[in-house]
């Protein structure tokens, strides 16, 4: 049977993907989400054109979702079941993801794939997220910072390279692989890349966002129904113009 990889862009994805060539458990398909209304990959805001270099260089086929930029969470289950049956009837029964140690989304992802019979696996769970920040680093990966929230970081960290001196300069309460999504990245070399990917950095863009309804604060989250945090967000993007 046959094995899609969550595809983010970013350095946690690439190194699941270099984790998984290592055991020679190299995937059938790179699977994004890309919102359809800006035509960039969700969450990252990188354009689908440097997210198709990535696969081409990767030589493992993309499989985009479009998105609305106001799905609400019931829409994007229903939307995602419907993608996932299509491609169970081409032989895929498993999902890999880059999750770390949100143990609310991983539960939230079994449960989901479990209703079509997908199993899902999570090569880096339960490590340590500064030990691996530096095994992402030293691996080879080269990754450039395209978003930051804005409520945990300074704009000032969107556009620097996801390297020794980023890290160093992180505040104590961001962890080192923004896993709490205090950052995204958008990785343009790896040792799994055929050939880097080219680029000049543009401009930095301030967006703002918040839940299509009620149920969607914290939606994949156990207590979500009991939580006061305020959910409205602000993120700073850069963005990456590829070069032909």
């Given at each position: 049977m046959k094995t899609l990889l969550s595809w983010s862009?970013?350095?946690?994805?690439?190194?699941?993907?270099?984790?998984?060539?290592?055991?020679?458990?190299?995937?059938?398909?790179?699977?994004?989400?890309?919102?359809?209304?800006f035509q960039r990959v969700s969450m990252h805001g990188i354009r689908i054109k440097l997210l198709e270099k990535q696969a081409d260089s990767s030589g493992i086929p993309l499989y985009q979702i479009p998105l609305s930029k106001d799905v609400d969470m019931k829409s994007y289950n229903q939307i995602m079941e419907k993608h996932l049956n299509e491609l169970k009837k081409q032989g895929f029964n498993s999902a890999v993801f880059g999750d770390i140690f949100l143990e609310d989304l991983k539960i939230f992802r079994i449960k989901q794939l479990k209703k079509i019979n997908f199993s899902a696996k999570f090569p880096l769970w339960g490590e340590n997220s500064r030990e691996l920040a530096l095994k992402i680093i030293n691996s080879g990966i080269k990754a450039i910072v395209v978003s930051i929230n804005a409520s945990k970081l300074d704009k000032s960290f969107a556009g620097r390279n996801y390297d020794i001196d980023f890290l160093n300069d992180l505040p104590e309460n961001v962890d080192w692989c923004g896993e709490n999504g205090e950052f995204h990245s958008f990785v343009y070399d790896s040792p799994d890349f055929k050939y880097p990917i080219d680029f000049t950095i543009g401009e930095k863009t301030f967006r703002s966002y918040k839940p299509c309804s009620d149920s969607d604060r914290n939606s994949y989250k156990k207590n979500a129904s009991n939580t006061n945090k305020k959910w409205d967000t602000g993120f700073w993007y850069v963005d990456l113009i590829p070069n032909e």
């Open positions: 862009s970013g350095k946690d994805a690439a190194y699941t993907l270099h984790r998984l060539n290592l055991s020679g458990n190299k995937p059938d398909l790179l699977f994004t989400t890309v919102n359809k209304d």
